[in-house]
T-cell receptor, first 114, second 112 residues
Framework: DTEVTQTPKHLVMGMTNKKSLKCEQH?????MYWYKQKAKKPPELMFV???????INESVPSRFSPECPNSSLLNLHLHALQPEDSALYLC?????????????FGQGTRLTVV | KQEVTQIPAALSVPEGENLVLNCSFT??????LQWFRQDPGKGLTSLLL?????REQTSGRLNASLDKSSGRSTLYIAASQPGDSATYLC???????????FGSGTRLSIRP
């Protein structure tokens, strides 16, 4: 099983709402990632978790708050977003945080901020 | 800072042709390079992973090569089919951090 599952698939939220994106993997991977992808652009790294600890934050605004409650689950909490935050949010995982192993991506959450 | 470039940005070919997609990166200190496929509005599907010590990997009609010293990789697709139409992304793992850095992608269209 090489599946990374993201929920929900689609999300529409107002600028005053609080919502969360969820990502789950059962491959025993110890590194998990959040990426943001705008239309016709490549994915851009937001956060990396290594052994359930935040190891990389690519200067992401605080209205995005990641959380890794256990080794299988990764959340992205959203609060007071702006319309320009509308994008496809992708979660990924890999076995080895050191970077030698294959990365697997989920199908993404299409977020629209109104 | 590692930069990854893919040329061409878009490619349209008739069905049945063999084709090559190119990827270049500026820093040869990488752990591996991975090719992905992305259908419109969807996530990324891993196609091939090449470790830094390897020269090429094959899966079905796909063959990926890596020349780390020159900072180049190619993805060869044999006997292209309309179902191959998608955006193809290459991504490198730099040696200095647990990141995956993507190229800008090649949008491939196979005409029936």
């Amino acid at each position: 099983d090489t599946e990374v599952t993201q929920t929900p698939k689609h999300l529409v939220m107002g600028m005053t709402n609080k919502k969360s994106l969820k990502c789950e993997q059962h491959m025993g991977h110890r590194a998990m990632y959040w990426y943001k992808q705008k239309a016709k652009k490549p994915p851009e790294l937001m956060f990396v978790y290594s052994y359930e600890k935040l190891s990389i934050n690519e200067s992401v605004p605080s209205r995005f708050s990641p959380e890794c409650p256990n080794s299988s689950l990764l959340n992205l909490h959203l609060h007071a977003l702006q319309p320009e935050d509308s994008a496809l949010y992708l979660c990924a995982s890999s076995q080895d945080p050191g970077g030698i192993t294959e990365a697997f991506f989920g199908q993404g959450t299409r977020l629209t901020v109104v | 800072k590692q930069e990854v470039t893919q040329i061409p940005a878009a490619l349209s070919v008739p069905e049945g042709e063999n084709l090559v997609l190119n990827c270049s990166f500026t820093d040869s200190a990488i752990y591996n390079l991975q090719w992905f496929r992305q259908d419109p509005g969807k996530g990324l599907t891993s196609l091939l992973l090449i470790q830094s010590s390897q020269r090429e990997q094959t899966s079905g009609r796909l063959n990926a090569s890596l020349d780390k010293s020159s900072g180049r990789s190619t993805l060869y697709i044999a006997a292209s089919q309309p179902g191959d139409s998608a955006t193809y992304l290459c991504a490198v793992r730099p040696g200095s951090a647990s990141k995956i850095i993507f190229g800008s992608g090649t949008r491939l269209s196979i005409r029936p």
